[in-house]
Each structure stands twice: as C-alpha cells, then as structure tokens.
C-alpha cells in the first residue's frame, strides 16, 4: 500500500475526481486548553501558507479553507471566531488570551480538582458559567460590526460562499 501524500506535498489546486469533497474543522471543548487547539491549526496554516501560491490573499484564514467550521464549548468561540467573524489564526489566538481570564475563571481547589469536576458533572452543572461566556460573545460580535442578536451560522470569508458556523 502506497503511503498517503503529506499536506506539504500536495497542491490545493490538485483536482479531486467528482465533486470537491466537504472540508469540515471540528474542535473540541476544554476551557483554556482550547489554545493548544490554535496552536495546532496555527501550524497547519503555516504549512498551507508555504505551498499557496503568491497571488493569494495573506493573511490565510481557515473560514477561506473549510466548508463547515464547528465546535463545542471553547471549540465553539473558536468556531465562530474564524467561520463567522472571519478572524486569521493570529487574531484568534490574541483575542481567545484576551477573553480566555473572564470566560474560564481560576477554579477554587476544589472545583478544579477530579472529584470537584466528577460532582459538578454528576448534578449537570457546567463547569463554568455561561454569563461570561455569553457577555464577551455579544462585546465581540458588536466589535465585529455584527447586531449581537444576529445569528451565527454563516461566516462572510468564503469566495464561493459561505462557511457555515
């Protein structure tokens, strides 16, 4: 069996036979350690950077290469940083630290440990609250030029379209 290609030696351009298939970016929850999610993809796009061509636009946006960018919990703010707001990896990342303090607040001992988690879960609490969460969506979204009651499912990167949040 051959090996697969790497992304390193694959063009974007490269045709696919029949239609293109879906790209879809899904990103898991976990509070803070959703940074280490950006990391990765950060070093994708910079992967995608080396073999894009010059004529295409920098900085590359992961909204310009999914379909479907999709998330829970902290993959979720990710998701609609960079499908719906259109944000680059730099931004993503800068403005995740800068909200990361009020939305993931410092866990009493307690709380932060196993069995503070394993309690939390088994009453069906989350682990942080939601009002935070929601208060810095909202101050993003007007930062953006967006109503912060508009909807979130489409992004506005997409040449062809739309990626969907």
């Given at each position: 069996m051959a090996d697969s290609p790497s992304i390193a030696t694959l063009s974007l351009s490269d045709k696919v036979d029949g239609p293109r298939p879906l790209r879809l970016l899904s990103l898991d929850g976990g509070g803070i350690r959703g940074l280490s999610t950006l990391l990765v993809l950060e070093s994708i796009m910079h992967q995608l950077d080396a073999i894009e061509g010059p004529e295409v636009k920098r900085p590359l946006r992961p909204a310009t290469y999914f379909d479907?960018?999709?998330?829970?919990?902290?993959?979720?703010?990710?998701?609609?940083?960079?499908?719906?707001?259109?944000?680059?990896?730099?931004?993503?990342?800068?403005?995740?630290?800068?909200?990361?303090?009020?939305?993931?607040?410092?866990?009493?001992?307690?709380?932060?440990?196993?069995?503070?988690?394993?309690?939390?879960?088994?009453?069906?609490?989350?682990?942080?609250?939601?009002?935070?969460?929601?208060?810095?969506?909202?101050?993003?979204?007007?930062?953006?030029g967006l109503d912060e009651g508009e909807r979130l499912e489409a992004g506005t990167d997409r040449p062809d379209g739309q990626t969907k949040v």
């Open positions: 479907l960018i999709g998330g829970t919990s902290t993959g979720g703010l990710i998701a609609i940083m960079l499908g719906r707001l259109g944000m680059d990896i730099k931004q993503c990342i800068q403005t995740y630290l800068e909200l990361s303090p009020d939305i993931f607040p410092t866990e009493s001992l307690l709380g932060g440990s196993k069995l503070g988690k394993l309690l939390k879960a088994s009453k069906g609490t989350a682990r942080f609250p939601s009002t935070p969460f929601e208060t810095e969506l909202r101050k993003l979204m007007v930062t953006h």
